[in-house]
């Protein structure tokens, strides 16, 4: 069928890539024309405009936007101005939740429906597929299932889960539809949510494992910190590396975040030249924020989060007053990496 | 080449199903003897005591403990006893790997040679292959790399690692000498870390996602919380057996464990009779002291764990005095579920 | 001076009794005529309604609402109406901060001033005084200030902080000026989301020393766990009433939820007859999310709140799918409180 | 009565001098002579080592040690050789409650009593005295009670807890027999553990609070996090010493650790000159291992406490994990601090 596609960035261009593999007719519009005239080489119709990208579609208009979440505000509006009442408008990329309930209410009184997908599959997905989390009604839904059929892994290598049978599921290909505007979203920042957790669960664990060999470098340990008790349990120079690849198969948590990170540790094993300051976009704040919302209790992700947080610095106002309330109980002054404590300076919380 | 396996539960018969496959030759033994009779009928030797286990092996011995972690210091002395130095003993269950660290260094004594083996692969090991986390000297790793071979999964279907390349090393296949005795159940015992971790997320999400329509529900709730502030931003009932599907194919956080809970979620959409009381083995809890003991933050593994303990009511005392306090400082009553506060009741921690 | 208060519950009355014994005027107001005709016989003048009010007030009129945060938008925007340009519109209730933002703006197109102030002091305020944080104008604040010192506890017992000398400044007195509208709240937001991470640590720290004996009931204990594994270290029958009392003298923990905690655990030493079912206000979750929103870090304030979800079983859904998960991998059953694991049951995480 | 003080540092020196001023007769020891020359001038005896100690005490003898945790297992060694039958050993310091059980355990084969006391009250202590946990036989107990009973802070200027009349229990004078030997090391790691917890949830919110001007300095930020999504809402410049000040008085978090945040902002409104990494002593370490043995879950104070490893770096190799990950699979470069992303880096979790 009939697609355009608004935004072709890495993500927008694959899709339209995959889609046009399997047959499908994508009008493309970028304000970057190289990457408009990139995919028009590759058998994609060009439009210098949203109105010759309306102009170029046959109603029922399905218009997909790949666009940084900062600008689809703006992209929905100059696209809801071109689109006509029965059109569809997309927004696959990574919006708010939030924005889509409202931005879906707004254009509906104009007759046009809005749907929201979250798209998660990063540089692997012209090969792969997209796992699509799609919300809005089940006409659109139903209007755009070849569309979601194509950009969607499908079944792939994956096993088929016990129990299930007969004809396969929207879900067992990779795309589902999730509920009504906004749902598609929720779903995908849950997704992310929970990816935060995952990743910290394997930082933290290779993190002990890095360091199961304190016992052996606790000579060199500065007395700003407990002494190592029994240092005769932590003799262990554990490579990371080698464990990680280890764990991809047969273990119980074997996944793709650990195929990333044995591929990652394989490459630069003592991860030189990266200095831990982790950056966090939006979902995972909104995975905490609506639980709060709701009262569900989030200690992984949140907890999660929040070591991202501090990866940066935020923590930083916060331990100054802990050394500083330190200082007044005890008269304990703190201690630069690397100095060493005068005698007795250990018992700094004995107050 | 010759294994003698004490302890015939479903690990320990399904690993010497996996070595009689590939040619080696066992020689098994248990307290239950129906356990030993089953297996020699597919076609091991049965052993009736330590002593006749012992004579029905060639030096240098191999002998492969799989009893629970609780028994394995009794089933090590007797097995003990019954070697020769140059034999091999091996600790396949999981135990502590500080125990390890201790029984290697009684048992180098007398020149018995002690491997801790972590091993990761549950019901689906037989015929998936164990992962397999080995701790010990370089010589019995040696020596025992033909069994370790056909008890892991090998290669299998998993894709290699991008950047590597010529012979494939034996965390390739699945196994891997850690380090010195004690790190193969270290490794093993953060491995679970993780697992708690990952598995806290999955649930975390899941719950979120379940409670996605809270304000539908929202009429429904009891005052005894704060009420949802913006319902109209939860409406969304998700299905979250299709949801935890969906996200196997192509999603970032496709695992082991999301199939799991993708099957259990098919089998028992509700998760109906389950309480929630959620068990906990040894390792979670190692992992913790663990990071305590070098000084390495885990703050979700930490709370993976202490979510468990909660789900089990270990935080009664702890919020029975929560309740205590808010009655203390504002006259509040705590109500039993399903109670409404008196109107003004919601300001309780207004103090 | 001359002051009105709508909304006569117990901290609206006391804030009205104590400024009345300090010489004040009070106008009073309130839908329960009988609250009115109690304070009216204390001293106070009555009020009908709003605009009767309005009527007995001189300009620059000062109108403190002291209702439930649910009913502010309303009963501001009615006392607003009576209202003129110059006057001051206080709001003394727990708002979230981001609704005086919005109320502020909203009433200075008016003309009328908007303050919100944080009040703490709960039922001991009347005698003690409220720590008052406040939003709004320098010129209201200026205004109000001989209202705030009356409301205020004073300097009272505290000593001076050392290197404080001068004149008293307002926080000395316990109350202050600390932005613009929201401020106060914002503060006081704050200040409510530390106390929920001071009564957890509390409640934690006592539910430890409540299992102190776990070694001595270690029999007793159901196979559902990991077992106790050194049981002679955890053999303290503790007094928690008694090391309450204790820790209010001379301990660095001294605080005043520390006496109440004394008070509780006095009164009722075990606890009986609370289910620990623990209520939240909006402040702790207001933090969490402004916390997220500018990426600071709370591991503690957002556990603190976590756990109180928690102990009302919000929790629930995302136990259940762990125990899901862990029959799926091991084939482990899972038991009802107070029920005894089969033989190895306990190795349930083994996989 | 008659006391002997090994150990001289600044908590053994003024415990000797509150029990001199109260008329105890105090026998002084301490490898630094001039320790031991400073208190014989304010009037105790000296002892030139321990056989002068015991020589100069009569039976029943009481020896408290107050000498770093590391070195009271050899001072008890040399204290016990010295001592006879029925004498009372006292360890004062911050030792491991596990260390009590053991030589409490040793030292009752020679009928040597071992009272363990933890004692907090820091450099405030000589004026307002210690408060004391004490674990030990009930006879020993009784026999000192006089010597706790001055080191004892004594009922002080704290009201009495309502409910209580009648004679006032020793825990209302600042002393308690917490149990038998450990139980009074026990409380003190608790309360150290909760201090912990304490001092993390006033960091965090002042953390909170200096950062609630976000909204203001939003421009300033780099790209590598999060975009404010509302600005609006965080135009607050908050003065923490100011605060922090307010709260001391009438607020319900009122509190010691209040008073010295309060002191330290006061005397360095910025914290200039502090680096914020925060040393721990080993009592939050041992609380969170105690906790974690006994099932109790503590997410507060293992925050706590993980926040300090972090404030120091030691979470650095799990960060760079994260970043590692993050390159892996979305091709995004991680950034020195201060730097800029490219266009669309924003994106960065979105896979």
Redesign the interface.
Known sequence: MQLAMIGL?R?GANIVRRLMRDGHECVVYDVNQDAVAALVAEGATGADSMADLAAKLEPTRVVWMMV???LTGAVAEEAAAVLESGDILIDG??S???DD?RRAKALREKGIEYVDIG?????F?LE????L?V?GSDSAFAHIEPILRTV????????R????SGDL?P??????H???S??GH??KM???????????????????????D?GVREAEHSA???????P????????TA??S????????????????????????PR?DG????????????W??????????????????????????????????????????????K????GDV?E??G??????
Chains 1, 2, 3, 4 share one sequence.
């Open positions: 960035g993500m940084p979440a900062s990329g990574n708010n939740y939030r309930v798209t998660s599959g990063g540089v997905g792969r597929g997209y796992c989390m919300g969607a892994p499908g079944v792939g290598e994956v096993e889960t016990p129990g299930r599921t879900e067992e290909q990779g795309f589902l999730c509920g009504p906004g749902a929720f779903v849950v997704h992310n949510g929970i990816e935060y957790g995952i990743m910290a669960a394997l930082a933290e664990g290779l993190n002990l494992l890095h360091n199961a304190a700003e910190i407990a002494p190592l008790e029994e005769e349990f932590y003799q262990f120079p554990i490579d080698a464990v690849e280890l764990w991809r198969r047969g273990s119980v948590i074997s996944s793709w975040l650990l195929d990333l990170t044995a591929a990652a540790l394989h490459e630069n991860l990266l200095a831990g300051r982790v950056s966090d976009s939006g979902e995972g704040r995975t905490v924020k609506a639980a709060v919302d709701v009262g569900v209790p989030v200690p992984v992700l949140a907890a999660s989060l929040f070591e991202r947080f501090a990866s940066r610095d935020e923590d930083q106002f916060a331990n100054q007053v802990l050394s500083a309330m330190r200082l007044q109980f005890g008269g304990h703190e201690l630069p990496a404590l005698a007795g250990r018992k700094s919380d004995s107050a």
